[in-house]
């Protein structure tokens, strides 16, 4: 089996590795294959959102220094003061992929096809509730109708991708539409092929290629990978079939090593503010073992994070104290909950948790039956195994079982929509402006991302109240009292926050610096210079 899959590296090494004579092409690892390229799927996929990001735009973009919003499809825009009505001053002569030219029609199109059934965008239609209508006052003009005052409204309405009315008109299969791409971006789509890769290249009537301030999107090619195992892209790193790839703190220590480092490729760490996503345990909160806070609160006592942090974050990484990375201006100054295996028995005890039979395994009278304290973990990867481990070793030394069940992607999300489950384990993406609604608030329990049930009434009314709070300021004061609610009743372990975003590149990479303020920014990447290979 050991030869089977080093042969099986070595054919997809060998594949990846041909190359045109000239060497124009911009090589990247995005991790996995697109569910589909269909317009409308970029907000619920994000694979398919990175592709998205080279080949479509919105109205306004964000700047990687500042956050700030700047120009994009839009040259100018402005806010009613009733903050219900957005006006957007179009770009002349932008044009779509297939040639034709961008006007309104397309932006309201690309809204209206969101609530229209023909267009299957309907996963991504909660994202847009906020907004109304759009309205076209002329060809390059348009107006975002809100249906209420929230905050979000504004950035919904300048972050919407926008696609082209005249492509989507077209009397096409489905089928078409999920392998194909028409945006305005500065690189349009030209290979897709199924398992392998994805090939862009430069559009060169893209809009922004005549600003002189522009400093974006050299390369002539850029191809997307799609390979899930890290070692074999890393191997490509090596030998120049990746140009980028993003590590984790165990390759970054341990296998970026060796004579071939700072010669022919570059291993980068860094710090920026750019959002910090953690992983997560999440308890089932109608488990009649997990409804108790005091069980919760032990079983995170018995997540020993700094041994985690020093055996598999070789140190780059500290505890987190709840749902905000730490760097974030919504953070709240809470100690992070640590290893004590002695208080968490205490807490076992005092919620009523004994081993009447001496099996090592506590146990209960709950509704008039003796309830073994078992509880089952479903994991979807298998990198994360070894933490849970690790996690499943302890709270058996105070007498808690744990199980930990690996599952299938698809099944895994089947499990979560049904609410088949005790315990799960999952990750999160973070944002800069934090809004605990879609995974806090009780009406996220059927619909929102609240698999695990939470419910608090004062939570509920912060996240009700805060929507409508348009100064950042009292909004970040208000918001950091329902994330200390949400830490205080610990319906998650929380594990790490990464500080450091860490990276290896080709020495044939030329940059200005190894990061931006909220992100790496290889977008303003170059080529030293062009190498010449044989096929």
């Known amino acids: ?96 992929h297939d040639g034709t030219k961008m006007s309104a029609d397309d ?112 390369f002539e090619k850029i191809v997307l990978r799609f390979v899930a195992d890290t070692n074999v892209a890393l191997e490509m790193l090596k030998k120049g079939a990746l140009d980028f790839l993003a590590v984790s703190p ?92 002695k208080k968490a028995a205490s807490l076992l005890a005092a919620a009523g948790w004994k081993d009447t039979d001496g099996d090592r395994v506590l146990d209960k009278i709950i509704d008039g039956k003796k309830v073994k304290f078992s509880i089952t973990i479903l994991e979807p990867s298998d990198f994360f195994m070894k933490y849970l481990t690790v996690f499943k070793e302890d709270a058996k030394k105070v007498g808690v079982e744990l199980n930990l069940k690996r599952v299938e992607w698809n099944s895994f999300i089947k499990l979560i929509d049904e609410k088949k489950f005790e315990a799960i384990r999952l990750a999160w993406t973070a944002v800069i402006d934090w809004d605990p609604t879609q995974i806090w608030h009780s009406k996220s329990i059927n619909g929102g991302s609240n698999f695990i049930s939470f419910k608090n009434k004062r939570v509920d009314e912060i996240c009700d109240k805060a929507k409508y709070i348009h100064d950042k300021e009292k909004r970040i004061e208000l918001l950091k009292e329902a994330q200390k609610i949400i830490i205080d009743e610990a319906p998650y372990v929380w594990f790490t926050n990464k500080a450091s975003t860490m990276y290896g590149h080709t020495d044939r990479i030329k940059k200005e610096k190894n990061t931006y303020k909220y992100g790496v920014g290889n977008s303003f990447w170059k080529f030293k210079r062009l190498i010449r290979e044989a096929n």
């Open 250 to 341: 165990e390759y970054y220590v341990k296998k970026m090593n060796g004579k071939q480092w700072s010669k022919k490729v570059h291993k980068v760490k860094v710090e920026n503010s750019s959002p910090k996503g953690y992983s997560w345990i999440g308890w089932n909160l109608l488990h009649p073992i997990l409804k108790d806070k005091r069980v919760r609160k032990a079983l995170y006592m018995l997540v020993n994070r700094k041994l985690m942090i020093e055996k598999f974050e070789y140190g780059y990484s500290t505890p987190l104290a709840g749902p905000v990375y730490p760097q974030s201006p919504y953070a709240v100054d809470v100690e992070p909950v640590k290893f004590n295996l």
């Open 1 to 96: 089996m050991k030869f089977i899959s080093w042969m099986l590296m070595f054919f997809i090494m060998a594949s990846c590795s041909k190359r045109p004579r000239k060497n124009t092409a911009f090589y990247l690892n995005i991790g996995g294959e697109p569910t589909s390229l269909h317009a409308f799927n970029a907000v619920t996929d994000g694979y398919t959102s990175v592709v998205m990001g080279y080949s479509a735009e919105s109205l306004l973009a964000r700047d990687l220094d500042t956050y700030e919003w700047k120009p994009a499809l839009a040259t100018s825009w402005k806010i009613s003061d009733d903050k219900m009505k957005f006006t957007f001053k179009l770009r002349k002569n932008v044009f779509f």
């Open 107 to 218: 932006v309201k199109f690309s809204f209206d096809a969101i609530f229209d059934d023909k267009y299957k965008a309907i996963a991504v239609r909660s994202f847009y509730e906020g907004i109304k209508e759009v309205e076209v006052l002329d060809s390059h003009t348009v107006v975002f109708h809100a249906k209420d005052k929230s905050y979000k409204n504004f950035t919904t309405a300048a972050g919407m991708l926008i696609f082209s009315k005249n492509f989507f008109s077209q009397n096409k299969k489905k089928s078409f539409f999920n392998k194909n791409i028409i945006g305005t971006g500065p690189y349009k789509l030209d290979l897709y092929k199924r398992g392998s890769r994805i090939v862009l290249v430069k559009n060169k009537d893209w809009w922004g290629y005549s600003l002189p301030e522009q400093k974006e999107w050299n």
